[in-house]
């Protein structure tokens, strides 16, 4: 049974940091393109950060410089460090993994399997 589950969301005032985790479990993790999309309420899920199984990273232009997405492939997880977090960072945060672990997709359809969501609201 694939799982991933995703940790680490809460309130946080603009400008600090969060850290959000994934463990992931019943796949071959290291073989896995790993991502972390965001939704917030009325409008579509978009990547905010990706990392393929060579090491290959893409971030939305709008994080880019704050987010970092480092893995752990012995841990099986994926993590996504958040810096200088803005309001506009509010949404809930999924951890997504993509089988054809090579290639990073900015596209939600791409992924095989995804996490239930952890809230991330950030306050002015």
């Known amino acids: 049974q694939v799982q991933f589950v995703e940790s680490g969301g809460g309130l946080v005032q603009a400008g600090g940091s969060l850290r959000l985790s994934c463990a992931a479990s019943?796949?071959?993790?290291?073989?896995?393109?790993m991502g972390w999309f965001r939704q917030a309420p009325g409008k579509q899920r978009e990547l905010v950060a990706a990392i393929s199984v060579g090491g290959i990273t893409r971030y939305a232009d709008s994080v880019k410089g704050r987010f970092t997405i480092p893995r752990d492939n012995a841990k099986n997880m994926v993590y996504l460090q958040m810096n200088s977090l803005k309001p506009e960072d509010t949404a809930v945060y999924y951890c997504?993994?993509?089988?054809?672990?090579?290639?990073?997709?900015?596209?939600?359809?791409?992924?095989?399997?995804w996490g239930q969501g952890t809230q991330v609201t950030v306050s002015p």
């Open positions: 997504a993994g993509k089988r054809t672990g090579w290639s990073v997709s900015i596209n939600p359809v791409d992924y095989d399997y």
């Open positions: 019943g796949i071959v993790f290291s073989t896995y393109t």
